[in-house]
């Protein structure tokens, strides 16, 4: 023992002396704990959370794994355990979760059911940008109608649903048949004025959820088609120029031009053939209970 009082050496001559280090000397040999003892520790100190808090995710987890041992846990290290437990799920986005929500859209099976309506832009050269509300029918693809206008005000898009029921007079007084009206959060089919509106004409007004414009599909379609096929040929100078060609547009899509959706038929000849085969159902359902009755 090296003897550090006043009538012997230092210590620190002492330890010159016999090339001692000073840790050395001090070193007090310490039962260690193994990685493998501290990893088990924490599995079970997880398990234990986990019965409690089955939601908590890694870094909450390790968190509270700091609390409970009291010294800093990796997050890497946990998420290891949770792959070992099989605790790892996929998060989903909020968008992911909007989606599944409204995932079960209403699917239509006969004319006039649901109306699509949306806003998009054409370039009339020197009077700017004209906005085209437009109106599309879902079951049959037919253009319902529209407003073409040099503002994007809430009227406009008011007008466009309206000119669609002055065109069907079929269903203006029949309220049980009238179409539900289909449309994304933009200011105007979001306003009072157009809910307001919807309510007076007695249509059912329903918006789609966020970000999901999948489920104004249709309507996306055509605003694609129609300015591919209709608008982007054609370099407008004024907004008249841009006026006739839609005007055009809207007599070409609905009377001549073929869709595959609708088996390579225009939208007014699958009318008229789903109404005749409509009718020739109608008076079947008749006949056969004409002959229940009957009998």
Known sequence: MIDDHNHGLSLRKALAYTDCSRNFYYYKKRPRITRCQQDQTILEKTKEIVL??????????????????????????????????????????????????????????????????????????????????????????????????????????????????????????????????????????????????????????????????EQNGHIESFQKTLKKEYIWPYDFRTYQQAEAAIRDAFIDYNRDRIHSSLRYLTPYEFISKWKQEHQRETEEVAEQTKVINIG
């Open 52 to 213: 409690r808090r089955p939601s908590y995710g890694t870094r909450r987890m390790a968190a509270m794994l700091k609390r409970v041992l009291g010294k800093s846990i990796n997050r890497k290290r946990v998420q290891k355990i949770y792959h070992k437990l099989n605790l790892t799920m996929p998060s989903r986005k909020k968008r992911e979760i909007i989606r599944s929500k409204y995932k079960d859209v209403k699917k239509v099976d006969r004319p006039h059911e649901i109306w699509e309506v949306d806003l998009t832009y054409v370039h009339c050269g020197i009077d700017g940008w004209g906005y085209l509300f437009s109106v599309f029918d879902v079951f049959t693809r037919e253009w319902i109608g529209y407003c073409f206008d040099l503002s994007a005000v809430k009227e406009n898009a008011i007008i466009s649903i309206e000119n669609g029921l002055v065109s069907h007079k079929e269903i203006s007084g029949n309220n049980k048949n009238k179409p539900i009206i289909r449309a994304d959060n933009g200011s105007q089919y979001t306003s009072n004025a157009f809910r307001k509106s919807m309510s007076v004409l007695g249509l059912k007004l329903e918006h789609i959820a966020c970000n999901t414009p």
